[in-house]
């Protein structure tokens, strides 16, 4: 129990901050929402996806291969040293390409005058490859204080500049107040792109990483020996193509939609508002992927402590079972309260017409995460090809669904697609992990709890409440009594002091 807290200690500190800092960072939906239409914000639903996949890319698989070959302390430099260099040559050649063949990237992705974004995004995208070693030293170093006020302070950085280019830029150059400004603000300021500014936030917030991360940058020495890196890249090479095929898995809808989209699809709505509106919707989502993150921060340090420890499985077992059992919950809650979280961050309603997407969007987090859990196995054993396998056969999977539910369901095909790649993946990687590193995981119980909460939201989907004052405390009391009796089957595992507080409410 006491290897268990200190997992879940980990996962606190990188979980909290990081939702914390997320959730933060969501609120700037509000604004977004508010400002803009859906079809100027399909730009950005696209940009984003291409960065998400370039960081793979541009870090390709070296964070894990850190872990792996940096376990001795003093070997940790000498390989933060390598790896680092690595990452800076792959990011500043690819970056440097995208910026300029800019022009030709923007006609690739039918945004042909946002020339402009598509370079600032090229920077961001070479900056965050270069921090995601880093970071990654702050894992293993077990510095999670530095990490969370360094991701902390870059989110408000963003949310500030935010606020700053899109209200406060726009009102001094609508002459609403400090008109002396206005000509100073008139240099920089273009209205025409006012979404754009989006991204200039981001980038400019990226680049405080530097300054941020400055003392891990101090120490480093841009080195590079064929001979050392040769194992790290036969170790991470499968891994760069597990993660590929896993961020495409990930990805690929919003990359896709507007070209698997059929004209007209939904009436009176351009293909354009359509990827507007599934890109903010999917947002809604981004509460389970961050659950998710923050676990992985701490568990992959973690899993490759216990490597040498024959009993290990058990261990992974109950992370798993408790991993399932808050995922789960958090499943349900999101979905019962949809109309409140639409209420409060879509703040147009041409927005809550995506709704539908966001519980199948969840599972498929909810399976991915799994994945990610039972992915250990493959990790420790140096069986890294069956991630990759399993990962391509996911991303194929996703891809030839959305080729065929796309068309018929729109994207709401997108959502099940995801739900189904993330299914698939998850079994596959169970039954090869069983064969090759068995842990006794509690099949039924998981099953269970899954097929309990989905019959619960299903079950309150069928009753739609449209007044919030009715709904929102409805909704809230079946979520209590499905984390009550969450908590009561569980009774016996919870520590003695919940189990007392527990049995004083039963009586």
């Known amino acids: 129990m006491s290897v268990l807290k200190k997992l879940a200690g980990e996962t606190a500190t990188y979980g909290v901050s990081t939702m914390l800092g997320r959730l933060l ?78 022009e030709q990237a923007a006609e690739f992705i039918q945004y042909p005058d946002d020339v402009l974004l598509v370079r600032w995004m090229a920077i961001i995208m070479a900056t965050d490859g270069i921090v995601s070693i880093p970071f990654a030293r702050l894992r293993l170093e077990k510095k999670g204080k530095k990490f969370v006020m360094a991701r902390v302070a870059n989110i408000l950085i963003n949310i500030g500049l935010n606020i700053f280019f899109l209200v406060v830029c726009r009102d001094i150059y609508q002459g609403q107040y400090l008109t002396m400004l206005k000509p100073a603000v008139d240099l920089f300021y273009d209205p025409a792109i006012a979404p754009g500014y989006i991204i200039l936030a981001n980038l ?13 940058f101090m120490d480093f020495r841009f080195v590079f020996s064929m001979e050392l890196f040769k194992p790290v890249w036969v170790y991470a090479f499968p891994i760069l ?78 992370v798993m079972k408790w991993f399932i059992i808050i995922c789960v919950v958090m499943w349900v809650g999101i979905c019962l309260n949809l109309d409140l979280l639409a209420e409060l961050f879509l703040r147009k309603k041409i927005y809550h017409e995506g709704l539908a997407i966001v519980p199948w969007l969840l599972l498929g987090f909810l399976f991915l995460g799994i994945y990610y859990n039972l992915a250990a196995w493959f990790k420790l054993t140096d069986k890294t090809q069956y991630g990759t396998y399993i990962t391509i056969t996911g991303a194929a999977t996703t891809a030839a669904l959305n080729f065929f539910l796309v068309p018929q369901l729109g994207y709401l095909g997108c959502a099940l ?52 004052w009715i709904a929102v405390p409805y909704h809230m009391l079946l979520f209590t009594v499905f984390l009550v009796g969450t908590l009561l089957v569980e009774k016996d595992s919870l520590p003695l002091r919940f189990r007392r507080m527990l049995g004083s409410r039963a009586e």
């Open 25 to 102: 960072n969501y609120l700037l939906v509000i604004l977004h929402t508010q400002l803009f239409r859906p079809d100027q914000l399909s730009v950005q639903v696209q940009l984003y996806a291409y960065a998400g996949l370039s960081l793979v890319i541009y870090t390709f698989g070296m964070e894990t291969a850190y872990f792996r070959f940096a376990r001795k302390e003093n070997d940790q430099q000498k390989y933060y040293n390598l790896i680092l260099s690595a990452v800076i040559l792959v990011s500043v050649f690819f970056s440097g390409l995208m910026f300029v063949f800019a």
């Open 204 to 216: 400019i917030a990226n680049l405080m990483f530097f300054w941020l991360l400055r003392r891990e």
């Open 417 to 468: 697609a995801f739900a189904g790649s993330g299914l698939l993946m998850m079994s596959l990687c169970y039954y090869f992990g069983q064969k090759y590193y068995p842990v006794p995981y509690q099949v039924g119980s998981a099953i269970g709890y899954m097929v309990a909460g989905g019959l619960l939201i299903y079950g309150s989907s069928l009753f739609t409440i449209s007044n919030l």
């Open 241 to 318: 193509i597990m993660n590929l095929a896993a961020v495409t898995n990930y990805l690929f809808d919003r990359m896709a939609l507007q070209y698997l989209l059929p004209d007209g699809f939904y009436a009176g709505r351009t293909t354009k508002e359509a990827i507007g509106i599934y890109g903010q919707c999917f947002k809604l989502s981004i509460f389970m992927n961050l659950a998710i993150q923050a676990f992985k921060y701490a568990a992959e340090p973690f899993f490759f402590s216990k490597a040498e420890d024959k009993n290990a499985p058990p261990v992974f077992a109950e």
